[in-house]
């Protein structure tokens, strides 16, 4: 796991307001960035802490899950931006793939799956994808 390097002379671990992490797309790195995002969550709530508990559980899933989604259907590196807003976080998941999320029907006798997409949408006061021609982003936009 690395961090983008930024554009001021602000080190990253003494501006929690908006953190970058880049992956390189293993299956391991669904937890690096599952950690990646608790880690800004610690550093957040000490100046701000969450309206509800369910709050910090939603963002880590919803990071999961999108990190999960990187690895398994889009090729190669995915990036991971994190950012406090006024009224909860922006999440940004970058990956490589310009193939846009769609809902799958939930099949348990297929092994499962097809459920994050929705929960992604469910969690999240807002959803939004922006393709371009290296990959896509994925920007959620979750209460805190």
Request: one cysteine or more; hydrophobic letters at 35%.
């Amino acid at each position: 796991m690395t961090t983008e390097p930024r554009g001021d002379d602000t080190p990253p671990s003494e501006d929690w307001d908006e953190r970058a992490f880049s992956f390189p797309g293993e299956l391991r790195n669904v937890t690096g960035a599952r950690l990646a995002a608790e880690e800004f969550l610690c550093a957040l709530a000490r100046d701000a802490p969450p309206g509800t508990p369910e709050c910090w559980d939603d963002i880590l899933l919803v990071v999961t899950e999108l990190a999960a989604n990187a690895v398994q259907y889009a090729p190669g590196p995915f990036g991971l931006r994190m950012r406090r807003t006024f009224d909860g976080v922006h999440v940004t998941m970058h990956d490589t793939s310009t193939t846009r999320p769609e809902p799958r029907p939930f099949q348990p006798s297929a092994g499962g799956g097809g459920i994050g997409w929705h929960l992604v949408h469910t969690l999240s006061s807002q959803v939004s994808v922006v393709v371009e021609d290296h990959g896509k982003d994925i920007h959620v936009f979750l209460p805190w």
